[in-house]
């Protein structure tokens, strides 16, 4: 089984950096995919970042201010958050699945799950 768990959450000013940090229980990179969701209050669970076949791809509301990033040998997927904006403020999940081709925003193709670190950015 895969088991993500996340930490590097906390509270930042609009404009301020974050490095969120998600270690898995097995090497996972070349088999799974692996992203990062958000939810918000009263707002559904939302995709940010994520990989597939280990290429990456951006919600278009983080795009040129995320990057994910992973450390194979560390079994590590890494969320660099900057030029954060209030409206990032969330619960992000670090989540992984199997691999395909099948749809990369949908939280209904990962499997594996994180406990969630919260992201509060004040303005």
């Known amino acids: 089984q895969v088991q993500p768990v996340e930490s590097g959450g906390g509270l930042v000013q609009a404009g301020g950096s974050l490095r969120l940090s998600c270690v898995l229980s097995?090497?996972?990179?070349?088999?799974?995919?692996v992203a990062w969701f958000r939810q918000a209050p009263g707002k559904e669970r939302e995709f940010v970042a994520g990989?597939?076949?280990?290429?990456?791809h951006y919600a278009a509301s983080v795009k040129g201010r995320f990057t994910i990033s992973g450390d194979n040998a560390k079994n590590l997927v890494i969320l660099q958050m900057n030029s954060l904006k209030p409206e990032d403020t969330a619960v992000y999940y670090c989540?992984?699945?199997?691999?395909?081709?099948?749809?990369?925003?949908?939280?209904?193709?990962?499997?594996?799950w994180g406990q969630g670190t919260q992201v509060t950015v004040s303005s």
């Open positions: 990989t597939r076949w280990n290429s990456p």
């Open positions: 097995e090497r996972t990179f070349t088999s799974y995919r």
């Open positions: 989540a992984a699945g199997q691999d395909s081709w099948a749809s990369i925003t949908s939280p209904r193709e990962y499997e594996f």
